[in-house]
């Protein structure tokens, strides 16, 4: 073993989705970071779905952006097909989808961190983390090389002891194509942290001659649709995908073969809400038929990703399944579909900043929490990137509240719940999805960035700044009296009306409806029309950030407080909750329990031999 002598500030494992994030946050805050990757040719590989967003997704993506993250600026730059999902439905669930060229997105992300100041990139497989009294002071790599770091951010999405399964047959991989890493797991376990297994699956890639579109639904992208707050960048040449249906044959051949599917017959815990075409046919036996989406996965090549038909049957299964499909009759098999299976760290044991709770100076972030999707891990690895630079400065660490993002919500989640399958985002995992839309991120997100130091410039600042005082402007404008018929009505009550628009108000009163930018015009749309439910949403958000300040007190016993449930207290014990509103939300307390823990915090803060009497009710509720 030789030592590397150059010391970082930031030591990053792994360069997917998370590690590109972190690497790049911590690097543009000042820290001096190091990224490392088993191969520098994979930086930001999709090795799934070639997409971006998505329900609850693209929020995340958004809320990155709006941070001064970078993932929302790649896709925008290589996206062939964009589109916003649910558009038929209320805005509060309006989520931006890409599908990206995948070389050219990981082309992209790769030739930009390699421009970022204080960021460095190195080839190599981590096999040990190097702990000296209790915290992490670098990593050791199976090419010899010892790294020294203040803290290290451990990515390593499903490369831990990682086994892909293909029916009977199975193999050792971090994916198809790539080896897994075996000496992570170990070193992991000998320092006290508690792994798991999961599962995950990709479909097969197709390619593009075999196919018969003509027996397929065409689907066309939209030109309203991005990512990134940042303006300017230019649009690659988009092209359409396609819809196709399995059939009553391909029923009848999964059921025939379900026992030779690895994540059958093996048991392997699978990401419920991304379910492979076995699970489907058995969950949902009463469906004639299940959406497939045929994908293009670049510009430049012919295969074609099929999108909702992972499956770890065997080939020899595959293919008549595939060609059972309507429009793949004829259909060319380039890559087999695979379930993986990898290690990740069980939740309970890291701080809501993503930093480990036993070893000081350790975060994680992505598949090894035991979260799905680019997008998830992405938010992760901002998040970890900011507080492992954070930390490096003597600084506080960065919480996001589940009220004002989807990425709290996700992260208080992970880190409280015990996970049996792989976390996968969802709008309905928000409970204030009106405030937190994919349009309004930066309003609500953009201040930290610049607060935290160089992921968003002044610049963007005060652009900002100048859009929410037109926005403000614009409703007190809109506040004056206009005569209709034998009645007088403010411009805001005419735009709120659901048969009106600004648009159309403005077409009617043109002296009076101020012109604004699109953006502009639809938060101040959106803020009329919605603003009942935004009110009553920003009233119950209040009485959560309340509970939020109230802090757990460093060294109170759960085991000390009576009246508590078991089941409450060892979940308490587990998970360590910094405040009241993280307790409140954590699976399986009740509001008897949070009454009992108000008592004893105040008793236990303010008057250690005398509890108050009021109660948690009496105090937020009344």
Request: hydrophobic share 35%.
């Amino acid at each position: 073993m030789w030592t590397y002598e150059t010391f970082y500030d930031v030591l990053v494992v792994g360069a997917g989705h998370a590690g590109c994030e972190a690497a790049h946050a911590a690097a543009k805050m000042g820290a001096r970071t190091l990224l490392v990757t088993m191969n520098l040719d994979t930086i930001a590989k999709m090795s799934c779905n070639p997409a971006v967003g998505g329900t609850g997704k693209g929020q995340i993506v958004r809320e990155i952006d709006a941070m001064g993250g970078i993932m929302g600026q790649i896709i925008d730059q290589t996206a062939i097909q964009f589109r916003m999902l649910n558009r038929s439905k209320g805005p509060a669930v309006w989520s931006p989808r890409a599908q990206a060229d995948k070389h050219l997105y990981a082309q992209k992300m790769k030739e930009t961190l390699e421009t970022i100041p204080n960021l460095f990139l190195m080839q190599g497989t981590i096999e040990d983390l190097l702990i000296e009294n209790g915290a992490v002071v670098g990593i050791s790599t199976k090419e010899g090389i010892a790294f020294r770091s203040s803290t290290v951010i451990l990515s390593s999405g499903t490369f831990m002891q990682g086994k892909i399964h293909i029916g009977s047959t199975q193999f050792s991989g971090g994916r198809a194509g790539d080896p897994p890493s075996i000496g992570l797991s170990n070193s992991l376990s000998q320092h006290g942290l508690r792994l798991g297994r999961l599962k995950t699956g990709t479909p097969c890639r197709i390619h593009k001659r075999s196919v018969d579109f003509s027996k397929c639904e065409r689907q066309d992208g939209e030109e309203d649709v991005r990512f990134s707050f940042k303006k300017g960048f230019s649009r690659l040449s988009q092209v359409p995908c396609y819809i196709t249906y399995t059939s009553q044959e391909s029923q009848k051949i999964v059921e025939q073969n379900l026992y030779k599917s690895a994540g059958y017959s093996k048991k392997m815990v699978g990401p419920r809400y991304c379910p492979s075409i076995e699970d489907k046919i058995v969950r949902f036996s009463d469906k004639e038929r299940h959406q497939i989406f045929i994908e293009p996965e670049g510009l430049y090549t012919q295969e074609l990703y099929l999108n909702g038909i992972s499956t770890s049957l065997p080939f020899d299964v595959q293919v008549p399944l595939i060609r059972s499909i309507a429009g793949l009759q004829n259909a060319e098999i380039v890559r087999p579909a695979y379930a993986i299976e990898y290690d990740y760290v069980k939740s309970g044991q890291l701080q809501l900043s993503l930093e480990t709770k036993t070893i000081q100076g350790l975060f994680l972030a992505g598949q090894i929490n035991g979260t799905t999707g680019y997008e998830e891990a992405a938010g992760q690895g901002f998040i970890a990137g900011v507080n492992a630079a954070l930390k490096v400065q003597g600084r506080p660490p960065f919480i996001l509240s589940p009220q004002e993002s989807y990425i709290g919500v996700m992260i208080e989640d992970i880190v409280s719940m015990e996970l049996t399958e792989p976390y996968r985002m969802f709008t309905s995992r928000a409970g204030a999805r009106l405030l937190l839309r994919q349009d309004n991120a930066d309003l609500r997100l953009s201040h930290y960035g610049y607060q935290l130091g160089g992921l968003v410039t002044k610049e963007d600042m005060e652009a900002l700044d100048f859009k929410k005082q037109k926005i403000k402007d614009a409703i007190q404008l809109l506040k004056r009296h206009v005569q209709v018929e034998d009645r007088s009505y403010t411009l805001q009550q005419m735009i709120a009306r659901p048969d009106k628009s600004y648009l159309s108000v403005q077409q009617d009163y043109p002296h009076l409806v101020p012109d604004l930018e699109e953006e502009t015009r639809f938060q101040v749309e959106l803020e009329l029309k919605y603003a009942g439910y935004i009110k009553r949403q920003e009233e119950e958000n209040q009485k959560l950030k309340d509970l939020d300040a109230i802090s757990v007190p460093e060294g109170m016993d759960f085991e000390l407080v009576k009246g508590l449930r078991n089941e409450a207290r060892e979940t308490l014990k587990r998970v360590q909750p910094l405040h009241l509103g993280q307790i409140g939300r954590l699976p399986g307390i009740t509001i008897a329990d949070l009454n009992i823990l108000f008592v004893a915090i105040r008793g236990f803060r303010k008057h250690p031999h005398q509890a108050p009497t009021a109660t948690l009710e009496e105090t937020f509720v009344s």
